[in-house]
């Protein structure tokens, strides 16, 4: 009883703060973490069967799997195929498959031949890059090349899209020379213009021309990175994926890491680890010291758009950049609640949505009238529902909604092929 | 949550009992009004030696107590009857109890003030869903009720004491819509539209000649002193519910509140007349919070692409 008047009587003064989530500059810097005796690598693109077969010998750069007669995933590593088994789906209630790949005693060098970013022909760049198996770095992977088709302007994000993550930032201090290469090679590779985009107050990249993000969440998002470099077709590269396509040209290596933030549960971050794609959720966990305790979460994603996972055997892919352990205590539950109309997420939402009145249309099934409102503009940043009153599930009411339109008109939202076989398939 | 909205009235409340005590006239007939109350009130008074402004203390602080009671009850019973999920714990048939206590005299029966409670809970709040789904606002309903049917007992004194309530009053209520503020409950732009409003039309109708043998005015600053205009304007006005979610329909809503109360002040013949101000805009909300900006397009729609 004390300690909620305690509580009452700090609220009565702090309460009127402003929510803003500021992003990382600076972060711990890199660490690498070893390869694990076997690597799963998932299943890249729906519609794809697996390539090998227990027992057979893998080369760097082998594809591993095969869709439409194209060979696609290429393994990082030489080693020899083991089985191909299901595991849960990182982003969905649903499982995929993977393939297991005993990692060789001796690694094999890197498979393609290096090219100069600086005068390869743009074809074979992008060549290069499925080649390599380079993918984007926020959400589904999708080839880099798939997400680069019609762009009008390249735009590499040189920092971290989510409060307390700092995976981008300390990428970034690591080989500020090599993100200014990057994005001058994929801006050849398309044949448009390149930029950068930094956050105010933090380090600065020369050699390309910049544009400047309030370093504030959810600022660095895509779309709103997209909107401050203004025109159409902006096409917004994570600073990751951007590097890895250097790599892939320069060095002639297959994308074969992510570093990726990992925070305790008293909301630090323990390290920057360079994580080789295919460790399990659980590897990284141990290898950081978390401790997660029966009931904690363990959220693969920033702490804002990320997903708990239920399985530590779920293998992280070139998607993830941060993982965040939630103790149980800090667990906030959504509820049925009502909305009690305080528009505090009409304040919030980056669009100017009027989240309160989709949210309340969506609850009583009324989509259509939710698609009055310009919901498919959501960007899915999460912040109305962290400042919700009711504590409502305002995300997942939208998306609701979203998926329900979907079902009954066409797509209202162009959207890259992968993503869209993704939202259909479900 | 709402231990802070019973916070924020508890310097409201007490300074109002304590003020009340030395700012009313004394002379209400205590045998009618309070019954097994009133034997307390008369061993502390007259066997104990005690200050009569104890009883008007006794009676402010019984009386939001008893509108608090009787709005968590008249919540449970609602929700039993319209078979609704219970939600009397959250508090909020307490806050509407308590607010509607806080515009009634300390002296007004106990049946009376139950009456109010329960159709401002019931008519004014349960029977449009509960929580997020009441047009206008329930306290407000309930006060409206026991006006029209009881218009002695809720204006147990005379109008006076009504228009010039004492300041320590006003700025007890601040403090509370204040403290609202800090932690993060209202924002201050429908309170300070509210009071800029009824300043500005005070002033503009105050330049209106009065009439031969009309009762002399207050000086248009004075306006904002008088009634509730302070409760409602921080209280009242704000709950979230009834009240537009856009900033800008917010101004507007308070601009309103403060024109309309002045409205009816000076050419109606309602006195307290910031309750209705506040029932009329909220019945307008729902057209205020269609003024709203235009939606950031960043994701491109298929025709754009």
Same mark, same amino acid.
């Given at each position: 009883?004390?300690?909620?008047?305690?509580?009452?009587? &700090?609220?009565?003064?702090?309460?009127?703060?402003?929510?803003?989530?500021?992003?990382?500059?600076?972060?711990?810097?890199?660490?690498?973490?070893?390869?694990?005796?076997?690597?799963?690598?998932?299943?890249?693109?729906?519609?794809?069967?697996?390539?090998?077969?227990?027992?057979?010998?893998?080369?760097?750069?082998?594809?591993?799997?095969?869709?439409?007669?194209?060979?696609? *995933?290429?393994?990082?590593?030489?080693?020899?195929?083991?089985?191909?088994?299901?595991?849960?789906?990182?982003?969905?209630?649903?499982?995929?498959?993977?393939?297991?790949?005993?990692?060789?005693?001796?690694?094999?060098?890197?498979?393609?031949?290096?090219?100069?970013?600086?005068?390869?022909?743009?074809?074979?760049?992008?060549?290069?890059?499925?080649?390599?198996?380079?993918?984007?770095?926020?959400?589904?992977?999708?080839?880099?090349?798939?997400?680069?088709?019609?762009?009008?302007?390249?735009?590499?994000?040189?920092?971290?899209?989510?409060?307390?993550?700092?995976?981008?930032?300390?990428?970034?201090?690591?080989?500020?020379?090599?993100?200014?290469?990057?994005?001058?090679?994929?801006?050849?590779?398309?044949?448009?213009?390149?930029?950068?985009?930094?956050?105010?107050?933090?380090?600065?990249?020369?050699?390309?021309?910049?544009?400047?993000?309030?370093?504030?969440?959810?600022?660095?998002?895509?779309?709103?990175?997209?909107?401050?470099?203004?025109?159409?077709?902006?096409?917004?590269?994570?600073?990751?994926?951007?590097?890895?396509?250097?790599?892939?040209?320069?060095?002639?290596?297959? &994308?074969?890491?992510?570093?990726?933030?990992?925070?305790?549960?008293?909301?630090?971050?323990?390290?920057?680890?360079?994580?080789?794609? *295919?460790?399990? @959720?659980?590897?990284?966990?141990?290898?950081?010291?978390?401790?997660?305790?029966?009931?904690?979460?363990?959220?693969?994603?920033?702490?804002?758009?990320?997903?708990?996972?239920?399985?530590?055997?779920?293998?992280?892919?070139?998607?993830?950049?941060?993982?965040?352990?939630?103790?149980?205590?800090?667990?906030?539950?959504?509820?049925?609640?009502?909305?009690?109309?305080?528009?505090?997420?009409?304040?919030?939402?980056?669009?100017?949505?009027?989240?309160?009145?989709?949210?309340?249309?969506?609850?009583?099934?009324?989509?259509?009238?939710?698609?009055?409102?310009?919901?498919?503009?959501?960007?899915?940043?999460?912040?109305?529902?962290?400042?919700?009153?009711?504590?409502?599930?305002?995300?997942?009411?939208?998306?609701?909604?979203?998926? &329900?339109?979907?079902?009954?008109?066409?797509?209202?939202?162009?959207?890259?092929?992968?993503?869209?076989?993704?939202?259909?398939?479900? | 949550?709402?231990?802070?909205?019973?916070?924020?009235?508890?310097?409201?409340?007490?300074?109002?009992?304590?003020?009340?005590? !030395?700012?009313?006239?004394?002379?209400?007939? @205590?045998?009618?009004?309070?019954?097994?109350?009133?034997?307390?009130?008369?061993?502390?008074?007259?066997?104990?030696?005690?200050?009569?402004?104890?009883?008007?203390?006794?009676?402010?602080?019984?009386?939001?107590?008893?509108?608090?009671?009787?709005?968590?009850?008249?919540?449970?019973?609602?929700?039993?009857?319209?078979?609704?999920? !219970?939600?009397?714990?959250?508090?909020?048939?307490?806050?509407?109890?308590?607010?509607?206590?806080?515009?009634?005299?300390?002296?007004?029966?106990?049946?009376?003030?139950?009456?109010?409670?329960?159709?401002?809970?019931?008519?004014?709040?349960?029977? !449009?869903?509960?929580?997020?789904?009441?047009?206008?606002?329930?306290?407000?309903? *309930?006060?409206?009720?026991?006006?029209?049917?009881?218009?002695?007992?809720? !204006?147990?004194?005379?109008?006076?004491?009504?228009?010039?309530?004492?300041?320590?009053?006003?700025?007890?209520?601040?403090?509370?819509?204040?403290?609202?503020?800090?932690?993060?409950?209202?924002?201050?732009?429908?309170?300070?539209?509210?009071?800029?409003?009824?300043?500005?039309?005070?002033?503009?109708?105050?330049?209106?000649?009065?009439?031969?043998?009309?009762?002399?005015?207050?000086?248009?600053?004075?306006?904002?002193?008088?009634?509730?205009?302070?409760?409602?304007?921080?209280?009242?006005?704000?709950?979230?519910?009834?009240?537009?979610?856009?900033?800008?329909?917010?101004?507007?809503? *308070?601009?309103?509140?403060?024109?309309?109360?002045?409205?009816?002040?000076?050419?109606?013949?309602?006195?307290?007349?910031?309750?209705?101000?506040?029932?009329?805009?909220?019945?307008?909300?729902?057209?205020?919070?269609?003024?709203?900006?235009?939606?950031?397009?960043?994701?491109?729609?298929?025709?754009?692409?």
């Amino acid at each position: 009883m004390l300690h909620e008047i305690i509580h009452v009587l &700090q609220d009565t003064f702090t309460g009127f703060k402003k929510s803003g989530f500021a992003l990382e500059a600076r972060g711990p810097a890199v660490e690498a973490m070893d390869l694990p005796a076997t690597l799963c690598l998932p299943l890249p693109t729906s519609g794809a069967a697996a390539a090998v077969s227990h027992g057979d010998a893998i080369a760097p750069g082998q594809p591993l799997w095969k869709r439409a007669g194209v060979g696609i *995933g290429p393994s990082p590593v030489a080693g020899t195929a083991g089985d191909v088994i299901i595991i849960p789906d990182l982003r969905a209630s649903k499982s995929t498959t993977a393939v297991l790949v005993k990692v060789a005693e001796v690694a094999g060098g890197a498979p393609f031949e290096a090219m100069d970013p600086g005068a390869a022909e743009p074809a074979s760049i992008l060549k290069r890059l499925d080649q390599a198996g380079v993918t984007t770095d926020d959400g589904r992977p999708i080839a880099l090349s798939e997400a680069l088709r019609g762009a009008s302007c390249v735009i590499v994000l040189a920092a971290d899209r989510e409060p307390g993550v700092s995976s981008a930032a300390a990428v970034v201090a690591e080989r500020p020379a090599d993100v200014a290469r990057a994005a001058r090679m994929l801006g050849r590779a398309v044949g448009v213009g390149a930029k950068v985009a930094v956050l105010a107050g933090g380090p600065t990249i020369s050699g390309v021309d910049a544009i400047t993000l309030p370093a504030r969440y959810p600022e660095s998002l895509d779309p709103l990175v997209a909107l401050a470099a203004g025109g159409k077709g902006v096409v917004v590269v994570g600073v990751q994926a951007a590097l890895a396509a250097l790599d892939a040209v320069a060095v002639g290596k297959v &994308q074969d890491s992510r570093v990726i933030t990992v925070i305790d549960a008293h909301r630090r971050p323990v390290a920057n680890l360079r994580v080789p794609l *295919g460790t399990r @959720l659980g590897e990284v966990v141990t290898r950081a010291g978390l401790e997660p305790q029966t009931g904690d979460k363990l959220v693969a994603g920033g702490p804002m758009r990320g997903l708990a996972q239920y399985s530590g055997d779920v293998a992280l892919d070139a998607g993830v950049t941060a993982i965040v352990h939630v103790a149980a205590a800090d667990i906030v539950e959504s509820g049925d609640d009502p909305c009690v109309m305080c528009g505090k997420c009409v304040e919030v939402c980056p669009i100017r949505l009027q989240v309160q009145l989709i949210g309340r249309f969506a609850e009583f099934g009324r989509f259509e009238r939710a698609g009055d409102y310009e919901l498919e503009q959501c960007i899915k940043c999460g912040l109305c529902a962290s400042v919700c009153t009711a504590r409502r599930p305002l995300v997942q009411l939208i998306e609701l909604a979203m998926k &329900q339109l979907d079902a009954t008109r066409p797509a209202a939202v162009a959207q890259p092929d992968e993503a869209a076989a993704e939202r259909g398939a479900k | 949550m709402n231990l802070i909205w019973l916070l924020a009235l508890g310097p409201t409340a007490l300074l109002g009992a304590v003020f009340h005590a !030395y700012g009313r006239p004394v002379g209400v007939d @205590l045998d009618g009004a309070y019954g097994p109350v009133n034997t307390v009130v008369r061993v502390l008074t007259v066997e104990m030696g005690l200050d009569s402004s104890v009883l008007w203390l006794f009676g402010v602080l019984g009386t939001v107590a008893l509108g608090a009671a009787y709005g968590v009850l008249a919540e449970y019973l609602t929700q039993i009857l319209l078979r609704q999920p !219970y939600r009397a714990t959250d508090g909020h048939g307490a806050l509407i109890g308590l607010l509607l206590a806080l515009m009634m005299p300390p002296a007004v029966p106990w049946w009376v003030l139950g009456v109010g409670v329960f159709s401002g809970v019931f008519f004014g709040k349960q029977v !449009y869903g509960g929580l997020g789904g009441y047009p206008m606002h329930p306290a407000l309903v *309930g006060w409206l009720v026991l006006l029209l049917s009881w218009p002695q007992q809720v !204006y147990a004194v005379d109008m006076a004491s009504i228009a010039t309530p004492h300041p320590a009053v006003i700025v007890a209520t601040a403090v509370g819509g204040l403290l609202l503020w800090t932690s993060g409950y209202i924002r201050l732009r429908i309170p300070l539209a509210t009071l800029a409003g009824v300043l500005v039309f005070a002033a503009i109708f105050s330049m209106v000649p009065a009439e031969e043998g009309a009762p002399e005015k207050l000086p248009f600053y004075m306006e904002l002193f008088s009634g509730h205009v302070v409760l409602c304007a921080f209280f009242l006005a704000t709950d979230t519910t009834c009240s537009p979610s856009n900033a800008k329909a917010q101004w507007l809503f *308070g601009l309103g509140i403060g024109g309309l109360t002045m409205l009816i002040r000076s050419f109606g013949i309602w006195p307290d007349a910031i309750p209705f101000a506040v029932l009329l805009m909220n019945i307008l909300n729902p057209l205020l919070d269609r003024m709203v900006p235009p939606v950031r397009r960043v994701i491109p729609t298929a025709e754009e692409a």
